[in-house]
């Protein structure tokens, strides 16, 4: 049911780029972003509404193929900050047996940045 | 502008108790949603509201009960708490449904079971 994020962990020097992936087997009508650092609340990066957006953040961006059911996250020159666990959601409507719409995370990509 | 808040933020207790997590906010937001966090797991949805006196069961709703009688507050009762209740618990709240609004969590409710 939840999202299928890889790599489990990245590992980059500052400055280095990397992507984060996100897909689903079902349908999707949204997808979420967020990033947790260690010992922190999860915070919200980014929404991605229509088949196709990016959207942007900082140094930090995403997109959605709605076609392909996936999301991904592309962080450009790293920076210490950005290290934490980072957290995609998928949105698909209303299930069955349930009456109200919700979010399934995946289980997280650590990304850790040296200096 | 508090926002949403958690208490208490760190609890001890003994299997079979009863222990009750508390959220709060102040942004009128009309969803809270409960999470735990274990390693391994990601986030993992317990229970969710759309309103008060409207509620529906997540992914790991068994040995959970909620109420939502006024807006601002959605408290999370382990009714007989059992060690795989070790968790981490977050509480957050969106000002509509999860397609369209970002979810705002509150600092977390580390839950100890000995």
């Known amino acids: 049911q939840q999202p299928v994020q890889s790599p489990q962990a990245v590992i980059l020097r500052e400055g280095e780029d990397a992507v984060i992936n996100c897909s689903s087997s079902?349908?999707?009508?949204?997808v979420h972003w967020y990033r947790q650092k260690h010992g922190e609340a999860p915070v919200f990066l980014m929404i991605l509404l229509k088949g196709g957006e990016q959207k942007g953040h900082d140094k930090i961006s995403a997109s959605f193929n709605e076609k392909k059911q996936q999301s991904s996250l592309y962080l450009t020159a790293s920076q210490l900050s950005y290290s934490g666990t980072y957290f995609c959601?998928?949105?698909?409507?209303?299930?069955?047996?349930?009456?109200?719409?919700?979010?399934?995370f995946g289980r997280g990509t650590q990304l850790t940045v040296w200096p | 502008d508090a926002g949403i808040t958690q208490s208490p933020r760190y609890k001890i207790t003994e299997t079979g108790r009863q222990v009750t997590l508390m959220c709060h906010q102040t942004w009128s937001h009309s969803y809270m949603f409960w999470y735990r966090q274990d390693l391994g797991h990601g986030l993992r949805l317990i229970y969710y509201?759309?309103?008060?006196?409207?509620?529906d069961k997540g992914e790991v709703p068994d040995g959970y009960v909620v109420s939502r009688s006024k807006t601002e507050n959605f408290p999370l009762t382990l009714e007989s708490a059992t060690r795989s209740q070790t968790s981490v618990y977050f509480c957050?709240?969106?000002?509509?449904?999860?397609?369209?609004?970002?979810?705002?969590f509150g600092d977390g409710t580390r839950l100890s079971i000995l």
């Open positions: 959601g998928s949105y698909r409507g209303i299930d069955r047996g349930s009456t109200l719409g919700r979010l399934y």
């Open positions: 509201s759309a309103a008060a006196d409207i509620t």
């Open positions: 957050a709240s969106s000002a509509g449904q999860g397609a369209h609004q970002p979810q705002h």
């Open positions: 079902k349908a999707l009508y949204s």
